[in-house]
């Protein structure tokens, strides 16, 4: 195979969450705009086979998604066994496929394709766009020729591995949002009034939902309020605020640009996706971190954004529907601080982060 125009053929792991699928989809663009072929290994969760719906031009195949168990019980024994046989389903895969490079881009669901690569002899590469990375990626890590991380406080984690900071990649599709107007009427809603993206990541956020639903009354008048609930909440948010004027209630949002385009500012969780997007577009933002995720990881990111002054972080658990209502006022009603928090969000930002992840797998494809 050729490596010298990038017409190689790369496998890219990402399936899992919307954390670890955006970013793998917007290397898939880069690769293939670059002339190489690329499968992409997801998992069978529903947002992962809406993906393959909405990109018709890339290969797609489906393995397990895996998940360790929290404690040592008899579920690490499946655990383990589901890793094996995974592993042994990649190889298949990346020899059939004629693999050139495997790409992770995070999770325990990275791991069997690049030790699968490693036992093949290619060279794999794990991507993790946290402040705090996680375990899987450690340990990936250790199977992979370098590792590409989308925040610096994470390169301490990785220590006497190739680390290059690439940034997180973003989907073509952030790169060309609609105007405010036709954004705001695709949610029903008005473009001329100060307008709240509420979102929770690709998996919702029971507890903030609740939180901004009996905040909404207190917010400035006139504020608008566009809230993705996520799949599982959609109907209970829809209850409780839907009915409310200038308050839109969405399950999944599958157009994202179109989210961002039509708001002043957001109100999110702290996954490392969502957090890139705020940065690339220059949004001001409150980030209130789930707390439970591993390692209490987006804490760490939230505060990278915080030490910035791209965002106001607010903990979830010193955090009530008075104290939200005061936040959110505070920034809605600020125009002066909503652009400097933009300024300093997009200072944040690696708009070439696909083309840095794709170079640097070059460069070591070269030298094969
Ligand atoms: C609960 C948890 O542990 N989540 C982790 C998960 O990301 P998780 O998928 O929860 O969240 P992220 O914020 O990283 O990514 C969400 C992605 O989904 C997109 N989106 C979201 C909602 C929607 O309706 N439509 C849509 O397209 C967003 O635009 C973004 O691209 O992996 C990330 C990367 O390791 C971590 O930083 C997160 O902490």
Redo the contacts with the bound molecule.
């Keep these: 195979m050729d490596h010298s125009g990038g017409k190689s053929s790369l496998v890219i792991a990402c399936g899992g969450?919307?954390?670890?699928l955006?970013p793998g989809l917007a290397v898939a663009e880069e690769w293939t705009a670059r002339g190489g072929e690329v499968l992409l290994l997801i998992s069978e969760k529903k947002i992962d086979q809406e993906a393959k719906r909405k990109y018709p031009q890339y290969r797609f195949e489906t393995v397990p998604a895996i998940a360790k168990p929290a404690t040592f019980s008899p579920k690490m024994l499946s655990f383990l066994a589901k890793l094996w046989s995974t592993k042994g389903r990649c190889g298949a895969l990346l020899k059939e496929f004629k693999a050139d490079a495997v790409l992770g881009m995070?999770g325990f669901t990275s791991l069997p394709p690049c030790w699968a690569a490693k036992r093949a002899g290619l060279p794999a590469f794990v991507h993790d766009?946290?402040a705090l990375p996680g375990k899987a990626n450690r340990l990936t890590s250790k199977f992979c020729r370098k590792v590409f991380i989308g925040m610096d406080p994470a390169k301490a984690f990785f220590p006497g591995m190739d680390v290059v900071q690439t940034g997180t990649p973003v989907r073509a599709e952030m790169r060309s949002l609609p105007g405010r107007k036709d954004a705001a009427a695709k949610f029903g809603l008005d473009p001329s009034k100060p307008t709240l993206l509420v979102?929770g990541?690709?998996?919702g956020a029971r507890r903030l939902n609740s939180l901004v639903a009996m905040a909404f009354p207190d917010f400035p008048k006139g504020t608008q309020v566009l809230h993705?609930a996520g799949p599982l909440d959609e109907a209970r948010v829809e209850q409780e605020a839907g009915a409310r004027h200038g308050y839109r209630v969405i399950g999944?949002?599958?157009d994202?640009p179109s989210a961002y385009a039509a708001s002043d500012a957001v109100l999110s969780?702290s996954?490392?996706?969502?957090m890139t997007?705020l940065s690339f577009l220059g949004l001001p933002s409150i980030l209130v971190p789930?707390p439970y995720?591993?390692d209490d990881?987006?804490t760490r990111?939230a505060e990278v954004f915080e030490k910035a002054g791209a965002a106001f972080l607010e903990p979830e658990g010193a955090l009530d529907a008075a104290k939200l209502a005061a936040r959110v006022t505070s920034l809605m009603s600020d125009l002066q601080t909503r652009e400097r928090m933009a300024q300093a969000a997009r200072s944040l930002a690696v708009p070439d982060a696909a083309a840095r992840v794709c170079d640097a797998i070059e460069a070591t494809l070269s030298r094969k």
């Design positions: 969450t919307g954390g670890h955006f995070g766009s946290n979102t990541g690709s998996q993705i999944f949002c599958d994202m969780r996954g490392a996706s969502s997007e789930f995720a591993a990881h987006q990111n």
